[in-house]
């Protein structure tokens, strides 16, 4: 019975909003940190007109090297953070496919896009889902 019990707890430890950069230069440099959640702010604003509630944060291509294309990733988090309508995800990750296709080519921009279709949706307990500012136990997911 112990088992089960530490299997979800598991699960829902993944579900957990990250609550610090993993990438440099927003790991160590607080200004450089507090300048992009500004940023993500005042996007996730002018498209929702509301903010989540857990800060914005950025692991950079989440389980993918820089090779280029870092940028995309931050700009992809940005939306991921912020989560919306199903449309718009299929929109930001469009967004994402034609960014990483610009820098490195369109073989592998359809395979990060297939990843991050796959192991992104908003109800799969990752820390970043589509709308990980927002609360995943509650059942928000960015939907409001």
Do not use: Q
Not at 105 to 112: D, S, Y
């Amino acid at each position: 019975m112990t088992r089960p019990r530490l299997t979800l707890a598991a699960v829902l430890a993944c579900a957990c909003t990250p609550t610090v950069h993993h990438l440099a230069p927003y790991r160590s440099d607080p200004t450089a940190a507090e300048a992009l959640e500004r940023r993500a702010e005042t996007r996730c604003t002018h498209l929702r007109g509301v903010i989540p509630p857990h800060h914005f944060t950025t692991d950079g291509c989440s389980m993918w090297p820089d090779d280029g294309w870092v940028w995309c990733c931050v700009e992809h988090d940005m939306a991921y953070w912020c989560g919306g309508t199903s449309a718009e995800r299929k929109r930001a990750d469009a967004t994402f496919r034609d960014c990483v296709s610009a820098v490195h080519g369109a073989p592998i921009a359809w395979l990060m896009y297939a990843g991050v279709r796959m192991g992104g949706a908003p109800w799969e307990p990752f820390p970043w889902r589509w709308g990980y500012g927002w609360d995943y136990c509650l059942g928000d997911n960015g939907r409001r």
